[in-house]
Structures are given as structure tokens and as C-alpha cells.
């Protein structure tokens, strides 16, 4: 598990990002897409990344964590069935973004119960944007739609 907060920001109000892949070059992705604050008008992040289903869990049972993004294409756990346990498991679970292989498979993350879904080739852009909608929602205390 790596947290990407420095010193000085710790003492600074964060939002916590979940960031879930087996794959290191996944995460580092994800991270570098959402910088330190995917919108302007959002506190800086704290990102998390874990690279196991246990950890997943474990880290979002111990709160903190304002936005999960789940890589849906992971092994030996996919990102889609471990948000479904978060959302069967967890009350009031933060909002879960899921990395789908392709856009066509949109359709599943919806099984999954996903509160956004950015298939891959990732769009820096186009995740930055999605996370920032929910952590937007998270800030207001408003049910993530």
C-alpha cells in the first residue's frame, strides 16, 4: 500500500482516493491522471494504492476513503466483483468509479452497482472528470448519481 500524501499536506484537509490494480503501471496511471486535485475547486487528494482485493477491503473498512477507483480488468479479483462486495458490505460506501477493458462493457459495471465507469484506453482527461464528479458529490453530502 503506498499513500502519496506528503508532510505538509497532512496537515491540510484531503479527499482520500482508493486506488485499486494489480498492476503498478495501472495505478500510477490513475494517479498521474487525477494530479493533485482532479478539479480546482476540490481539496487536494490523498491517493492510496493497493494492489489486493484484502487490502481493498481492509482500507475502505477503516474509512477515509472518499472515492474508490476499482480496476475492473484485475487479477485474481476483478475491480467489478470487489465493488459489488463493497456495496453489499460496506454502509453508506463511498462512491466507486470501475476501469472497464473496453467501453462495451459498460453494461456489467452496472451489476456491479459502479457510481462511474471510464473504459479503457484511459483519457486522463476523461477520469480526472468522472472522479471529480463524485468527490464533488462525496464534498456535498449528496447521493452519488
Known amino acids: ?26 495505478r500510477q496511471q490513475v494517479a498521474l491522471a487525477l494530479g493533485r486535485r482532479p478539479a480546482p475547486e476540490l481539496p487536494a487528494i490523498r491517493v492510496v494504492e493497493v494492489a489486493t ?12 476513503i472518499d472515492v474508490a477507483i476499482l480496476d475492473g480488468e484485475a487479477t485474481p479479483f476483478g475491480g467489478m466483483g470487489v465493488c459489488r462486495q463493497l456495496k453489499d458490505e460496506i454502509f453508506n460506501c463511498p462512491p466507486v468509479l470501475v ?14 452497482r459502479a457510481d462511474a465507469v471510464v473504459p479503457r484506453p484511459l483519457d486522463p482527461r476523461v477520469l480526472a472528470e468522472a472522479t471529480a464528479h463524485l468527490l464533488r458529490q462525496r464534498v456535498a453530502g449528496a447521493p452519488v448519481a
Open 1 to 26: 500500500m503506498t499513500d502519496h500524501a506528503s508532510a505538509s499536506e497532512s496537515t491540510a484537509p484531503t479527499l482520500g482516493v482508493l486506488i485499486y490494480s494489480d498492476d503498478r503501471t495501472t
Open 53 to 64: 482485493e484484502a487490502f481493498v477491503t481492509r482500507t475502505m473498512d477503516a474509512g477515509g
Open 99 to 112: 476501469i472497464t477493458g473496453r467501453p462495451q462493457d459498460a453494461w456489467l459495471a452496472t451489476w456491479s
